[in-house]
Nanobody
């Protein structure tokens, strides 16, 4: 099972980016999906997460600016980031709870990280 993230880059303050993360490989189901970020010298923190039923929750710092969504048919989670600020600069990681077989446990999987830089 692999998670492949894409969509990062350099953007000016106030700009937008959309991150995508697709799960591939052999598995039975995907449960919770989410995005985390880690800035230099700081711990990794939750940005947003979404259940299979599309219930969402967000870090206070991104509420009203970021939107998480998922396409269950494509095994993909998205993060639409608007009104970006310099403090949003970080490596963004996608995360998914994946059950590989119907009777097996749900394990955490991580994408490789994608750099988001907000700077003028």
């Amino acid at each position: 099972v692999q998670l492949q993230a894409s969509g990062g880059g350099l953007v000016q303050p106030g700009g937008s980016l959309r991150l995508s993360c697709a799960a591939s490989g052999s598995f039975f189901s995907i449960n919770l999906m989410g995005w985390y970020r880690q800035a230099p010298g700081r711990q990794r923190e939750l940005v947003a997460r979404i259940t299979t039923g599309s219930t969402t929750n967000y870090a206070d710092s991104v509420k009203g600016r970021f939107t998480i969504s998922r396409d269950n048919a494509k095994n993909t989670v998205y993060l639409q980031m608007n009104s970006l600020k310099p403090e949003d600069t970080a490596v963004y990681y996608c995360n998914a709870g994946i059950r590989r077989t119907w009777s097996g446990p749900t394990n955490d999987y991580w994408g490789q990280g994608t750099q988001v830089t907000v700077s003028s």
